[in-house]
């Protein structure tokens, strides 16, 4: 079993930044595909990064390219957003999850692994 805490989370002004973590335990995530999803009050949750094992190749929704970052160190079993430009629209409880399978799909489905979430925050 892998556990996943994401920490981070916080209150914001439009135009800042946050960035979030998501330390694993349990296994060694080194080739498991590591994904940050979000929901926001009231919607589904949604796909916003994914990135491989290696961490060379990483994936992002439209609305976030250009803004986030993902990045992992495997060193430290952790998976970084980085999230820059926040928006009201970024608002949303910010999830980590993992698929052991290595695949960086888009779909909450694939991912068998997920933490609690930490709150994102962005005031107008």
């Known amino acids: 079993q892998v556990q996943l805490v994401e920490s981070g989370g916080g209150l914001v002004q439009a135009g800042g930044s946050l960035r979030l973590s998501c330390a694993a335990s349990?296994?060694?995530?080194?080739?498991?595909?590591m994904g940050w999803f979000r929901q926001a009050p009231g919607k589904e949750r949604e796909f916003v990064a994914a990135i491989t094992g290696t961490g060379r190749n990483s994936y992002y929704t439209d609305s976030v390219k250009g803004r986030f970052t993902i990045s992992r160190d495997n060193a430290k079993n952790t998976v970084y957003l980085t999230m820059n430009s926040l928006r009201p629209e970024d608002t949303a409880v910010y999830y980590c999850?993992?698929?052991?399978?290595?695949?960086?799909?888009?779909?909450?489905?694939?991912?068998?692994?997920w933490g609690k979430g930490t709150q994102v925050t962005v005031s107008s």
């Open positions: 999850a993992a698929d052991p399978r290595g695949n960086t799909g888009s779909s909450r489905y694939e991912y068998d692994y």
């Open positions: 349990g296994r060694t995530v080194t080739t498991y595909a």
